[in-house]
């Protein structure tokens, strides 16, 4: 059976919220197909010690405040899975659960999306599947001979799991710094390897400083000026406090990276050989976007061409939350809600044309 509307909304995770909302506002007929069985997107699936790098009152989607947590100064994953549930009731969201996209293909004048639940025709589609589902690893000697265990960031519940083992944090970024500082506390005493010098940000900034640098450096390009540099000038990681604390205890010493796994351990550069238990590679995603295959839009590193939000070779398809490259910061909460008014506002127009 193919049902027909004017969007589809590929995710119903915070960036797919904030397109429904949008959408919502201009009276555009649309749906969220969600692949998950509950709200809260990829937050549902984080390690329970994870905070938010903002306050609640600047970690919110357009249209309403995330309100503050008990006892908390940065909320937790709970909580934000709370916040977008609550959202996705209060403003009445079309989203249809358990629903997989398999494909999107040219049909005339629409786009088919293909799912396991049937198909949808419709005028525009807005993708916004985020990165959660595509975790990179990367390349490393004897990473398949590796005998012990290996998991990603995403697989990554909590320290209890490896109590009195012997665990190495691979990455240099936030999830490497706040997943070795929750091992750290628990007494796991982990070796967290970076493949440069860790950078923190100063203590004092958090999201919100995040987001007004990615906004400037997206405005200087856009205008033609000089790259500011946007948030990678500022450092890589977020001193969130329990990262403050454990660094601040000498617990975050940072090693080079090691240039092989054998089949028990790690070996560095200088031939010294480590035992080893388990491997955490806190080591990045790419975008989630194999439903596109057939459009055959794909470019360097995975990603679509855009202009703004919308793909360069299928004027009909806005890509929404994938990070700095489909609008400033829009990865995050606070900064998803402008580029989704603004694919918002480009569908109407499309769709008045």
Not at 265 to 289: H, K, M, S
Request: aromatic share 8%.
């Amino acid at each position: 059976m193919t049902q027909r509307t004017e969007v589809v909304v590929i995710g119903g995770g915070q960036a797919g919220l904030a397109a429904g909302y949008h959408l919502r506002r201009l009276g555009v007929e649309h749906v969220i197909l969600d692949a998950q069985a509950a709200p809260g997107g990829a937050w549902q699936h984080t390690w329970d010690s994870l905070r938010l790098f903002s306050p609640a009152e600047y970690s919110s989607l357009p249209g309403r405040l995330m309100p503050v947590q008990r006892g908390q100064t940065y909320p937790d994953a709970a909580h934000v899975v709370s916040y977008l549930a609550d959202y996705e009731k209060r403003y009445e969201l079309p989203v249809r659960r358990e629903v997989w996209v398999e494909a999107v293909h040219r049909d005339g004048a629409f786009l088919r999306v293909r799912t396991d639940c049937g198909d949808w025709r419709a005028r525009a589609v807005v993708s916004a599947t985020g990165t959660w589902t595509r975790p990179f690893l990367p390349t490393v000697p004897g990473r398949r001979q590796f005998t012990g265990r290996q998991l990603h960031t995403v697989q990554y519940a909590g320290p209890a799991d490896f109590t009195g083992q012997r665990v190495v944090v691979v990455g240099g970024g936030n999830s490497g710094a706040q997943i070795a500082a929750d091992l750290a506390h628990a007494g796991v005493d982990p070796t967290w390897v970076t493949r440069r010098p860790p950078r923190y940000l100063a203590d004092d900034v958090d999201g919100r400083v995040l987001f007004d640098a990615a906004t400037a450096r997206r405005r200087a390009l856009d205008a033609g000026r000089t790259d500011t540099g946007g948030v990678a000038s500022l450092g890589d990681i977020v001193a969130v406090p329990p990262v403050r604390t454990a660094r601040d205890a000498g617990l975050l010493g940072a090693r080079p990276m090691f240039t092989r796994l054998t089949a028990t351990g790690v070996e560095w550069a200088d031939g010294t050989r480590g035992e080893v238990d388990a491997v955490i590679w806190c080591t990045g995603f790419r975008p989630a976007l194999a439903h596109f295959a057939s459009l055959r839009l794909r470019g360097t590193r995975g990603r679509i061409a855009t202009e703004g939000t919308r793909a360069v070779d299928e004027p009909r398809l806005h890509l929404l939350g994938y990070g700095d490259w489909t609008g400033p910061a829009s990865a995050t909460l606070i900064g998803v809600g402008r580029p989704a008014r603004e694919a918002a506002r480009d569908i109407a127009a499309l769709l008045r044309a």
